[in-house]
């Protein structure tokens, strides 16, 4: 019996799930605030926003700030917190032009000339967002083209079976590893990937 009910579930779980319309969001005219030192009926008010669906906290910060985003039918919340704070400073008036800035970086792709010769323009290559696989590549070949500076080393594999690249630099690489060193490593933290990127 229970099998019965338990495939039955499923049976409805995927029908349920076919019918899902995912609709892309829109974050136009949506605004990100910045509360300085809210009181306590503030951040009471800003809670029951949050709970209402009028306002997303994005951060609370050590130095007592709030950062929200605010939607464009909520805009009014903006002048109720304004007047019992005062201290409200409009960090993007449109989060859609972000986002678009995000998937500009998100696309930016090597020229024809760059893809020809097998190499990056490096300067250019900080203005992109790279994949992993593009990332070590970099790595490569700055080593490739520094050979008595720089070369790239394994430092194990990721979760999900990626080369953890490195990259060492001296002064002399064919001499430095028995020396003193500083190591240096980003990405530990989930948000930190576009460190590297």
């Known amino acids: 019996m229970f099998l019965l009910v338990l495939c039955i579930w499923g049976l409805i779980v995927a029908i349920d799930c076919d019918e899902i319309d995912e609709e892309e969001v829109n974050y136009e005219d949506y605004k990100i605030i910045r509360v300085r030192h809210p009181s306590d009926s503030l951040i009471d008010y800003i809670e029951a926003l949050v709970e209402a669906e009028k306002v997303d906290v994005l951060t609370r910060g050590l130095d007592n700030t709030m950062d929200l985003m605010v939607p464009s039918e909520s805009h009014d919340v903006i002048k109720t917190i304004t007047s019992s704070c005062g201290e409200v400073q409009v960090l993007h ?93 980003g990405n530990i933290h989930g948000r930190e990937w576009i460190s590297s990127t």
């Open 93 to 185: 008036e449109n989060m859609e032009g972000v986002l678009d800035d995000v998937d500009s970086l998100m696309t930016c792709s090597r020229t024809k000339r760059e893809k020809r010769s097998g190499s990056y323009n490096f300067p250019r290559f900080f203005k992109c967002y790279h994949e992993v696989e593009g990332q070590h590549k970099f790595l490569k070949e700055l080593a490739k083209a520094h050979p008595d500076k720089a070369e790239t080393f394994s430092i194990g594999t990721s979760y999900q079976g990626r080369d953890l690249l490195a990259i060492r630099i001296s002064e002399n690489v064919g001499s430095s590893h028995n020396k003193p060193m500083i190591w240096i490593d």
